[in-house]
């Protein structure tokens, strides 16, 4: 994904697009679309339109968490510039005349930009007149010699005292008390009027198509991850996951049903992936860049999709962009991460599962056996040298697990709770123990 433009009343798509030719464009935001927008892999986020009523609102934290991402977001016309004046000192970059004055203070209230419109089957087609246009309109008005300052106030008067949704000229005309210069004021309307909010918007996206750095503000400060924050990202990703579920995805899960051993252990794996993640996400454990290419090495040897074309086309077969492709193996690393953390505390309960599944008594023999068989001989001192180390790793992984050996050795002890040497010490007594007794030299594995 690019650019992200939330818009709807105040400019078309079509508009947005015409500057931004590769940009997203999608509906007024709401509370947690722009989490969503970032999950997704945008780029840039601008902000346009964003619901005042009727939806939550879109959360100040959410454009706070997105700018620390590294995430350039803009606002302007409407939501995005109340937004804007709120969080600019954080890094958030305010574009157009009523950014300014909502900034500057001179204008405060939120019903300045509301308008009541159609809704998304008609295109966001506003139906009432924003004050903020009003007023530029006004202001024109008197530059032209339409109005005179007396006037310009009555008519801003008239128009303040109305509920947003009732705004419209025709209303303000007829609320204003009868005066010799309204049916000028009303022929010059036809095309002396202003719409300030799409003049905002347009600087904006000229802005944003002009950026050559991600964001031209201070970069986003680290933001404290709440119980309100939290509650926040679990209602996005419920519902991203509720959307995400189409019937072609509910399909291949009634195929999965129809092999109930299948089922229960990807089922079981699911739900690993799950508190992983929340773990995750509570302990704000991150996964840096190296990881996710880590991810992205292993899972395309793992199912041979080193040329490109190849990677599209499994890409193609599971229903996945390359952004939601990233942001598989971005949770991946990040559930990794979570897993490392806590490993020592798992020890315990992969303990019991071994003992549930029936395996820790066949697991005890062997190691009382090794033991036994490798006690009073001699072990080589020292970790294992580079020489050494690659006749082990070939033995382990091609003779005995009958696959390649892993790229980074590190991070695949690391997987099983060792250090490299750790690791290399452990194989190392397995190929000693399977030399003297000429025995299976790996336990069996269902993986």
């Given at each position: 994904?690019s ?10 798509a ?21 989490y ?13 339109d ?6 939550p ?15 350039a ?17 954080f ?9 300014e ?5 001179n204008?405060m209230?939120d ?21 903020v ?5 006004v202001?024109?008005a ?32 007829a ?6 210069w ?9 095309t ?9 918007a ?9 950026a ?6 201070p970069?986003?400060?680290?933001m ?44 079981n ?89 029936g ?24 970790p ?27 991070a695949?002890?690391a ?33």
């Amino acid at each position: 994904m690019s650019a992200v433009v939330f818009a709807g009343p105040t400019i078309r798509a079509a508009d947005v697009v015409a500057v931004l030719p590769d940009a997203d464009v999608l509906p007024p935001a709401g509370q947690g679309d722009i989490y969503r927008a970032v999950r997704h892999g945008a780029c840039a986020i601008g902000l346009i339109d964003g619901y005042f009523e009727g939806v939550p609102s879109v959360w100040h934290k959410e454009i706070l968490w997105a700018m620390e991402q590294g995430i350039a977001v803009y606002g302007s016309a409407s939501m995005g510039a109340l937004r804007a004046a709120e969080l600019s000192a954080f890094g958030m970059v305010g574009v157009g005349r009523i950014y300014e004055a909502y900034a500057s203070g001179n204008i405060m209230d939120d019903d300045e930009v509301a308008v009541l419109h159609s809704p998304a089957e008609l295109g966001y087609a506003p139906l009432s007149e924003p004050m903020v246009s009003i007023r530029a309109t006004v202001e024109h008005a008197i530059s032209c010699a339409v109005l005179n300052t007396a006037q310009a106030s009555a008519v801003l008067k008239t128009a303040k005292a109305l509920f947003y949704q009732q705004r419209s000229w025709a209303q303000i005309l007829a609320d204003v008390a009868a005066a010799p210069w309204l049916d000028r004021f009303a022929a010059w309307l036809e095309t002396g009027a202003v719409d300030a909010k799409r003049t905002d918007a347009q600087e904006m996206l000229h802005r944003m198509a002009a950026a050559e750095a991600p964001a031209d503000g201070p970069a986003g400060e680290r933001m404290e991850r709440t119980l309100a924050w939290q509650g926040l990202v679990r209602r996005a990703e419920a519902l991203e996951q509720e959307q995400a579920l189409q019937a072609p995805d509910q399909r291949v899960l009634d195929e999965l049903r129809l092999a109930p051993a299948r089922f229960d252990a990807l089922l079981n794996r699911a739900a690993l992936r799950f508190v992983q993640l929340q773990t995750a996400r509570r302990t704000d454990a991150q996964a840096g860049r190296e990881a996710v290419l880590a991810q992205l090495n292993r899972h395309r040897q793992a199912n041979g999709l080193l040329r490109s074309k190849d990677l599209q086309a499994w890409l193609d077969a599971n229903g996945l962009t390359v952004a939601q492709y990233e942001t598989v193996l971005q949770e991946t690393a990040q559930a990794a991460a979570a897993a490392d953390a806590v490993q020592e505390e798992l020890q315990t309960y992969l303990l019991a599962e071994l003992r549930l599944a029936g395996a820790y008594a066949g697991l005890k023999s062997r190691a009382e056996a090794k033991e036994q068989q490798l006690a009073g001989h001699a072990q080589p001192d020292g970790p294992a040298g580079q020489a050494e180390r690659l006749q082990l790793a070939a033995w382990h992984f091609e003779t005995c697990l009958r696959q390649d050996i892993p790229a980074d050795l590190e991070a695949h002890a690391a997987s099983i709770g060792l250090s490299v040497e750790e690791f290399f010490a452990l194989i190392r007594r397995e190929l000693m123990y399977h030399q003297r007794c000429r025995t299976r030299p790996e336990p069996d594995s269902n993986d």
